[in-house]
């Protein structure tokens, strides 16, 4: 469990190096200051948690969010397809 935590974050910052065209993330004291404005989700994402940590960062930013946490991230067995999903903020 830690090991998920430990990548999980690696993967939120690197992040920040994306640019303006994406959802910015959050960490989960951040977003207590802020208002959610739902959630999005992906699923099937081939590659790594940061591909689709990249995907719900954009969806994030195609509903109007300048702000994700990332509330939930899973790859089922060996696969190399991943699920995700993410609490938005505007």
């Keep these: 469990m830690k090991q998920n ?12 190096s994306l640019n303006s065209t994406a959802a910015m993330p959050l ?4 977003a207590q200051n802020l208002q ?11 590659g790594t948690l940061d591909d689709a940590t990249r995907e ?3 969806k994030a930013a195609e509903q109007g969010a300048s702000h994700y946490r990332v509330i939930g991230a899973q790859n089922p067995g060996d696969s190399s397809l991943w699920n995700g999903s993410a609490e938005i903020y505007r």
Excluded: K, N
């Design 5 to 16: 935590f430990a990548i999980f974050s690696a993967a939120l910052l690197a992040m920040l």
């Design 27 to 30: 960490s989960d004291a951040d």
């Design 36 to 46: 959610s404005a739902g959630t999005v989700s992906v699923s099937g994402v081939r």
């Design 56 to 58: 719900l960062s954009q």
